[in-house]
C-alpha cells in the first residue's frame, strides 16, 4: 500500500490497532463466530463492550460520579438541537466562535431566547473573543472549545458563573479536562475518538429535568441514560471502534500522555510555518489550536497555493486543503495522527521553500 500521512479534518485518522481490532471483529467477534455487525446489542459479550467503553470514558477523562456519557447517534449537529431541548428554559448566550458555534446557536433560536454574547466573525473567526460580561441569569453559556475550520482552541476549562456546556467534537481526549466544570460536554467521535456515527454526551445528571417543555423521547437525554444508551439500537459498529480506539489511548498513557505528544507535533508544525517566508498561520498565536493547524502562502506568495498542493500530494500528504470556506491549507493533528507525520509534512515545507528559491 502507498505510504500517505492523512491530515484529514474529520473523518480522520485512527491508530492502526484499532483497525485492525474492527477488521478482525467483523470476521469473530469475542469468540461468538458473529461479525460484530451482526451481534444482538441485547448480548453479554455486546453490553461488555459498552460497559467498557463507558468505564474507559470515566477513567481518562476522570469523569466524576455527579455525570455520566451517553452515545447516540445523528452527529454532533443534532446535540446542538439535544442542548437547546434539554437546557434552555428562559435565556442562553453562545460564544460565536465559528461555523459550528453559529449553528448550534440557531438551534437554540429556533427554541427560545437565544443569542451571541460576543463574536469573533469580525476578523473571519481568527480568534478567541474574550472581553465580555456573563450574565448570571443565563441557563447556561454555550462554547465550542476547538474551531476544527478556524484552526483557534479554548485550552482551559473556564471557571463559568453559570451552567457551561461545550461542544468538544475537536479536542475530545486531547489533554485532561475538568468534568466537573461543565454540565454538558458533547460531539461527534469522528475527530479524535472513533469513526463517524456516534457522538458522546457527558452530561450532569442532576441538571437534567429542569426545562418546562416537552421533550420528544429520543431527545431527551435521561432516555438514553436510564437506558445506558441502549433505549433503541446503538450505532454498534461506530461504538467497537471507539472503545477500541480509547483501549489504544489508555495503554499510551492515556490524555495526560497524549497532551505532551499534541503540543510536541503543533509546536513543530507552528514553528515551521512561523521560521518559513512561504508561509503565515491565521490564528492569533495565544489562540492557537493543537488539533488543526490553518496557514496560508505568506504574502506576495499566493500563487504558489495550488502548487504546494500538488507537491505535496506527491509526497503523500492527505487532506491539507483548507475548508471551503477559508481557503490555504489546514492539518489536522488529531491523537492518532503520529509526530512522524507533522516531521514528514515540515521536510515538505522545506523541500518546496528549496525548490522555489
Ligand atoms: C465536525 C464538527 C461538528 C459537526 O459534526 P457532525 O457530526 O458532522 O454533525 C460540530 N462541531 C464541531 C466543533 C466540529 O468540528
Known amino acids: 500500500m502507498k505510504k500517505v500521512h492523512v491530515f484529514n479534518a474529520g473523518p480522520c485518522a485512527l491508530p492502526q490497532v484499532a483497525i485492525d481490532n474492527a477488521i478482525a471483529a467483523l470476521k469473530d467477534f469475542a469468540g461468538t463466530g458473529i461479525p460484530v455487525i451482526s451481534v444482538s446489542h441485547r448480548t453479554k459479550e455486546w453490553e461488555a463492550v459498552m460497559d467498557e467503553c463507558r468505564a474507559l470514558w470515566h477513567e481518562l477523562l476522570n469523569i466524576p460520579d455527579t455525570h455520566e456519557v451517553i452515545f447516540l447517534g445523528g452527529g454532533a449537529s443534532l446535540q446542538f438541537l439535544y ?4 437546557f434552555l428554559e428562559k ?14 446557536l440557531k438551534e437554540a433560536a429556533g427554541l427560545g431566547d437565544a443569542y451571541a454574547i ?3 466573525k469580525d476578523r473571519n473567526y481568527t480568534y478567541i473573543p474574550k472581553e465580555f460580561e456573563i450574565p448570571t441569569d443565563l441557563d447556561y453559556l454555550h462554547i465550542t472549545t476547538n474551531n476544527t475550520i478556524y484552526g483557534t482552541e479554548i ?24 468534568v466537573s466544570k461543565y454540565d454538558l460536554i458533547y460531539g461527534g467521535a469522528q475527530k479524535n475518538v472513533g469513526p463517524a456515527g456516534v457522538i458522546f454526551a457527558i452530561v450532569r445528571k442532576d441538571a437534567l429535568g429542569r426545562v418546562s417543555r416537552y421533550i420528544p423521547t429520543m431527545l431527551d437525554y435521561r432516555t438514553h441514560l436510564d437506558k445506558g444508551s441502549m433505549f433503541n439500537t446503538p450505532p454498534v459498529f461506530p461504538i467497537f471502534v471507539m472503545n477500541e480506539t480509547l483501549k489504544w489511548l489508555k495503554g499510551i498513557g492515556g490524555v495526560e500522555a497524549i497532551e505532551k505528544i499534541n503540543k510536541k507535533k ?8 512561523d521560521r518559513s517566508p512561504l508561509f503565515v498561520g491565521t490564528a492569533e498565536k495565544e489562540d492557537r489550536s493543537l488539533m488543526n493547524v490553518c496557514f496560508v502562502m505568506a504574502p506576495g506568495c499566493e500563487a504558489l497555493q495550488d502548487e504546494f498542493l500538488a507537491f505535496a500530494k506527491e509526497r503523500g500528504m492527505v487532506g491539507i486543503k483548507g475548508h ?3 481557503g490555504g491549507f489546514r492539518a489536522s493533528l488529531y491523537n492518532a495522527c503520529p509526530l512522524e507525520d507533522v516531521e514528514a509534512l515540515v521536510a515538505c515545507m522545506q523541500e518546496f521553500e528549496e525548490k522555489k528559491k
Open 324 to 326: 471551503r470556506s477559508v
Open 266 to 273: 503543533a509546536e513543530l508544525l507552528y514553528a515551521e510555518i
Open 91 to 104: 435565556k442562553a448566550a453562545y460564544l460565536d466562535t465559528g461555523v459550528w458555534a453559529h449553528k448550534a
Open 83 to 86: 442542548v437547546a431541548m434539554n
Open 155 to 178: 485550552s482551559e476549562d473556564w471557571d463559568c458563573p453559570v451552567p457551561l456546556i461545550a461542544d468538544m467534537s475537536s479536542d475530545i481526549m486531547s489533554r485532561p479536562v475538568d
Open 118 to 120: 460576543a463574536s469573533s
